[in-house]
């Protein structure tokens, strides 16, 4: 049965993974994302579903421990924040290199060394720019509410065994911390081991039988085989933007200004777009779902429509940089965003539109 | 009569094992790994547990171990062997999994995992090849490399007052209450790889019987590091290695030796 709940975020995630037959959890605590895995050893899903919850030594540990379980076909997936989440990124571009599937949840914090444990956005460039070391690139999903964060740990197991790759769910401590309600999909069966022996025998390492033996290595020692094995993944990456790029256009038909902001950005900037349309400016709202892909086309698209972007992040700016790409300098592009954990406001984010973008009138450039 | 003739498969006294490839072994000439690997895979042909047995790779000389052992492996990034194998262990709690490692894998970089997964006594082998040298490398000190020992990073020797003693991780382990069974062996003389062998075997058993962490040791040569002969490397290890590492069971049942 579907459930409506009122719940967290980090809750809502939790409850999420152990109905959508998650196999595994390995985590370790980091504020603010902590009752990821309070929530899961409270619920003893070991006994709900036969769901492994374990509690690592460090973030290497636990990010290694999903490299294991995901190495023998389970859906493993592990949580932290920013500090956490830099530790892992050893793991995440082993999982990478070595093709397997696996889900890595980042509730962020501000940045960087120990920062703040307010919400944040500033892991942009971490999680799609690599991050770890390495040609490799995550496929990022960015909830913006409490219902993303429980509906997208399904979607992203989903993506990580399409393509046998490790999927990031970008969230905040904003999302993570806050309460809103949130329907639980119906209990889904965990796979059995026959079945994982079965539909993924051809490279898991579950044993060897009549079969030659399975590898999981990132390692090629050979430089004709590792640059085969780049061009992969790259060929992974370009599937990825061509069948599971995500966005969400709001008020966007008419708008003569963007703003384009994901995850908690999104929902503050939403409302400032109702400001600006009371006030008779005409706003609309790019949300980029997947970070990686990036609607870029799209954002083009929208540069030959309207007469200035502002890109919205709790951060220093760092995707202003993609959309800055994406235009391919059409119309301006500034940054907008608070740092150290301080969250803008609707009436902050419609100044810095009128401020950096709507002030400096219909400039448009040219082409060179 | 040509010698082909003699060597007949009906005239075959020992063969391999089935589970050793033949892949040629990317290890120096008289390095201890290829026998290590032997055993191993002895024991796991014997006991008939190919099909239930998952191995765990490290980084270092032996990173390539799944090229020679004809069994399902995964490669683990440095020094977390332990906890690639924690999880395959806990999500699959019907299976043997054993972890490969040497000494700057189990003992240096991986130490926490190492500790921890003891700690807990996660059900599985650890299989500890310590030369007392980062071979893989090219020869630079080790958590276990003996005091005054010369390395590429330690090339006046290793000075205990700045760069410490060598670590006796196995005696550190045996004092956790997860750990089933410890024990120190060598490969050098057949005489010794039979008992590693035996060792081997014990360690896969309490798995068998859901006892907890099993850890061998090898106390192994490295000719290559150490700039010796085979030979020569071999008595350096009986005349150094083993007075700092003595061999023999640490811990058997639980229970302290």
Partial sequence: ?368 | MEILDIIKSENQVFCKTKLMTDTALSYCPGCGHGTVHNIIMEVIEEMGIVEDTIGVAPVGCSVLAYEFMDIDMTQAAHGRAPAVATAITRTWPEKYVFTYQGDGDLAAIGTAETIHACNRGENIVVIFVNNGIYGMTGGQMAPTTLPGMQTSTSPYGREIETMGSPLKITELVANLPGVYYVTRHAVHTHKHARKAKKAIRKAFENTRLNKGLSFVEIVSNCNAGWKMNPIESNEWMVDNMFPYFPLGDIKVNGKLK
């Fill in chain 1, 1 to 368: 049965m579907s459930e409506l709940k009122l719940m967290k975020g980090n809750e809502a995630l939790a409850e999420a993974a152990i109905r959508a037959g998650v196999d595994a959890y390995f985590g370790y605590p980091i504020t603010p994302q902590s009752e990821v895995i309070e929530y899961l050893m409270t619920e003893r899903p070991e006994k709900r579903t036969g769901m492994i919850v374990l509690q690592a030594e460090s973030e290497i540990a636990a990010i290694n421990m999903v490299y294991g379980a995901a190495s023998t076909g389970k859906r493993a997936m592990t949580s932290s924040s920013s500090p956490g989440i830099s530790l892992k990124l050893e793991g995440i571009s082993y999982l990478a290199g070595a093709e397997l599937p696996a889900v890595i949840v980042n509730v962020v914090r501000g940045g960087p060394g120990l920062g703040t444990i307010q919400p944040s956005q500033a892991d942009y460039f971490q999680s799609v720019k690599g991050g770890g070391h390495g040609d490799y690139k995550l496929y990022v999903l960015a909830p913006a509410s409490v219902q993303e964060m429980a509906d997208f740990v399904e979607d992203a197991f989903d993506i990580a065994f399409k393509y046998r790759a490790p999927v990031l769910i970008l969230s905040d401590g904003l999302i993570g911390q806050m309460m809103e309600k949130v329907t639980l999909k119906n209990q889904k069966e965990r796979m059995t081991d026959e079945e994982i022996i079965k539909k993924y025998g051809d490279w898991a390492t579950t044993g060897k039988t009549d079969r030659e033996r399975n590898i999981i290595t990132s390692l090629d020692l050979q430089p004709e085989k590792m640059e085969a094995k780049v061009h992969k993944l790259v060929k992974k990456y370009e599937q990825m933007e061509k069948e599971d790029l995500r966005f969400e256009k709001i008020d966007c038909e008419d708008a003569d200004y963007l703003i384009v902001a994901y995850g908690s950005s999104a929902r503050i900037s939403q409302k400032a777009v109702e400001l600006a349309r009371e006030k008779g400016i005409k706003v609309g709202l790019l949300r980029p779902i997947t970070l990686f892909p990036f609607p870029k086309h799209q954002l083009l698209e929208l540069a030959n429509q309207v007469k200035g972007i502002l890109s919205v992040e709790l951060s220093a700016g760092q995707m202003v940089e993609d959309v800055r790409l994406a235009v391919e300098h059409k119309v301006p592009v500034e940054h907008f965003g608070r740092t150290g954990g301080i969250i803008h406001t609707p009436d902050e984010i419609l100044e810095a539109l009128e401020e950096k973008i709507i002030k400096h009138g219909n400039i448009r450039y040219h082409k060179i």
